[in-house]
């Protein structure tokens, strides 16, 4: 068994629903055996592209599912709400990165392979990404650092 911590965002059409079919998507899937959601938040966009703010939060997914299947899933779930991929960092109806996973014990598991690298590998440096990860995470730490000293640190660097 597995928990999986996905970053979830939308910035075109109505984000708020292509997050809901997201979540109803992966509630429905084979081998989840529960979905949970932070709050959404909206964030401003992330890299070099000019677009629209985005919708974002944490989906919290426990299933038997390995991670480069669920990769497979979270990447049909962005094809069925309409995810093109023209732009590298450009706006798009859904977004599904896994940040995090744990194995049935609560320890983290590492992927790094071709497809699939986690922990993702800018998480630690995203507000949009630890603030709703906090939020369904609150003991979350990385590398010996809380959750909540890392969005300290971030926030004093934006201010």
């Given at each position: ?49 000019e677009q629209g703010p ?98 300290e640190e971030l926030r004093s660097v934006e201010s």
């Amino acid at each position: 068994m597995y928990t999986y911590y996905i970053g979830i965002g939308s910035n075109l059409g109505d984000r708020e629903s292509y997050l809901t079919f997201a979540t109803s998507e992966l509630t429905c899937t084979e081998g989840v055996h529960s979905v949970a959601h932070s709050s959404w938040i909206e964030t401003p966009p992330w890299g070099p592209v000019e677009q629209g703010p985005f919708l974002n939060g944490i989906v919290k997914v426990v299933s038997s599912i390995e991670p480069v299947d669920m990769l497979d899933t979270i990447l049909h779930i962005e094809r069925l709400a309409g995810r093109q991929r023209e732009i590298h960092w450009g706006p798009r109806t859904l977004d599904l990165d896994i940040v995090w996973i744990e194995d049935g014990q609560g320890h983290m598991v590492r992927v790094n392979e071709h497809r699939l690298v986690v922990p993702h590998p800018y998480f630690w440096e995203r507000l949009f990404v630890l603030e709703p990860l906090q939020e369904v995470y609150p003991d979350f730490s990385y590398q010996g650092v809380p959750i909540r000293v890392r969005l300290e640190e971030l926030r004093s660097v934006e201010s």
